[in-house]
């Protein structure tokens, strides 16, 4: 399907054949395949309440957003509605944090004049989890400090009183009452972090705001794996900043997770949704830059008309598929071929909206050229390498751009983060600028990096921005 409505992977998603998909997590995500239906994100106005007469499920969010739940064959259907202005597919979701309290300066704030301790906020905490039995994250009479926790995961949202109840419990009866768990721990370490109390190490280490209100939501996972989807994301915001406006509370919430995947200029649903809801009541966003900086996924350029430049991307052995973002300014009229291992030149890219098709070796290569969203001016061109045995073909690969009709001649290349990748796939010249994930790209975001007080400079792995 070939819609300038729809977003270039989700138009390419549903162009690649189900064997195609199911090889690609970049492809498949978003995607309930024992419904056969795709979560979507969606922007609109007017009134969207009628889908649902035909099977579509809709969430309505703050701001003109939505999540649709949409059989496959009623997508154009939706992308045809005028009160439907765009569509994306959700992304996978992956949680970062690292921290220091006494390089932040938070320890003069908390103990000097100003005395900020946060009480009276409502801190929001979207991630793993919570370990809600934690003693940082009780009063000292042993109460929760926790105003409500939502676990996506079970569907249910846990009040005070239940939590107090629980709590007051043995522990077979407490797991019963609240079951809620966070098993990767990365939601209890970051709440630590925002709002620990220090009860545990009789207040040493205490969190930032160590006297706030707790709101917890533990992410749900829809797709494969661990990871959950930015529709969660979504879900959550929009549930946190209700909240905070119906308790009368200024809301900090904090996001520590990102991806790879989008320009970075800030204008994806997922981003300006941030901006949106960072508007309403007394709400601030506060999001992690990530862990990218490091990484080797971000390549980067300029070239001039007739000139050619040459992106080098090493692809590791036992490498089971990745996608590549080329990232390019609409005006500008760039030339694309891939370059093999073996020095074999495939494409160019045919400068049309829609799939296309290379094969080199055990490596099916899905491309889509596409064109702005209607939001941004940047244009991009997808690829997705993907295997037609167990692994995709080890080597150096070259992104071949040449300047055909150039005004700005910036270029921009991300690979999916470096979590996801065998340990040797990555650029062989990248650039550690522009690696801050999405959505701490977001304008409204507070966007906060990791600093190396030894060093006093950036923490080599911090993703950096502009």
């Known amino acids: 399907m070939d819609s300038q409505k729809l977003e270039n992977i989700l138009n390419l998603a549903l162009d690649a054949g189900e064997e195609e998909?199911?090889?690609s997590p970049s492809l498949r995500t978003g995607y309930l395949r024992a419904e056969k239906k795709w979560?979507?994100?969606?922007?609109?106005y007017g009134e969207i309440d009628g889908l649902r007469q035909a099977g579509i499920g809709v969430e309505k969010l703050l701001g003109g957003y939505a999540i649709l739940t949409t059989p496959e064959g009623l997508i154009p259907y939706v992308a045809g509605l005028p009160q439907i202005e765009y569509v994306e597919k959700p992304n996978r979701l992956y949680f970062q944090t690292d921290g220091g309290r006494a390089a932040s300066c938070v320890t003069v704030l908390q103990e000097g004049r100003e005395g900020l301790t946060g009480r009276g906020v409502l801190v929001a905490?979207?991630?793993?989890g919570i370990d809600y039995a934690h003693p940082d994250f009780r009063n000292e009479d042993g109460t929760t400090r926790i105003r409500e926790l939502w676990d996506q995961s079970q569907g249910q949202v846990y009040t005070e009183e239940e939590i107090n109840e629980a709590l007051a419990s043995g522990e077979e009866e407490r797991r019963r009452l609240v079951p809620s768990v966070d098993v990767s721990g990365h939601g209890t370490a970051v709440a630590g972090i925002?709002?620990?109390g220090g009860r545990s190490q009789g207040g040493r280490n205490?969190?930032?705001a160590y006297e706030s209100t707790i709101l917890a939501v533990k992410l749900g996972?829809?797709?494969?794996?661990?990871?959950?989807?930015?529709?969660?994301?979504?879900?959550?915001?929009?549930?946190?900043v209700r909240r905070g406006e119906q308790w009368g509370m200024p809301l900090a919430v904090n996001l520590s997770f990102g991806n790879t995947y989008g320009s970075h200029d800030g204008f994806s649903l997922l981003e300006t949704y941030l901006d949106r809801a960072a508007g309403y009541g007394r709400t601030s966003i506060v999001v992690g830059t990530g862990n990218e900086g490091a990484g080797n996924g971000h390549a980067s350029g300029e070239v001039g008309k007739g000139e050619t430049a040459y992106a080098e991307l090493a692809v590791g052995t036992y490498e089971t598929g990745f996608g590549l973002q080329l990232w390019k300014s609409y005006v500008d009229e760039l030339e694309v071929s891939l370059e093999a291992p073996s020095g074999r030149v495939i494409g160019p890219v045919e400068p049309f909206m829609g799939a296309q098709r290379l094969t080199y070796g055990n490596t099916e290569i899905l491309i889509y050229h596409g064109y702005p969203s209607p939001y941004s001016q940047s244009q991009e061109i997808y690829f997705d390498f993907i295997p037609r045995g167990d692994y995709v073909d080890s080597g150096i690969w070259k992104v071949r751009i040449r300047g055909e009709e150039v005004v700005t001649g910036r270029y921009d290349l991300w690979l999916p983060p470096a979590s996801t990748l065998s340990g040797t796939t990555r650029f062989l010249k990248p650039d550690p600028q522009i690696t801050l994930t999405i959505p701490a790209t977001s304008s409204m975001a507070v966007s906060v990096g990791a600093y190396d007080s030894?060093?006093?400079?950036y923490a080599d792995f911090s993703g950096r921005g502009y």
């Open 21 to 23: 998909r199911e090889k």
């Open 39 to 44: 979560e979507l994100i969606v922007r609109y």
């Open 125 to 128: 905490v979207i991630d793993s």
């Open 194 to 196: 925002a709002a620990g």
């Open 206 to 208: 205490r969190g930032v």
């Open 221 to 240: 996972s829809r797709g494969e794996g661990s990871f959950p989807w930015t529709t969660e994301l979504m879900r959550a915001l929009d549930y946190s």
């Open 454 to 457: 030894r060093y006093r400079s």
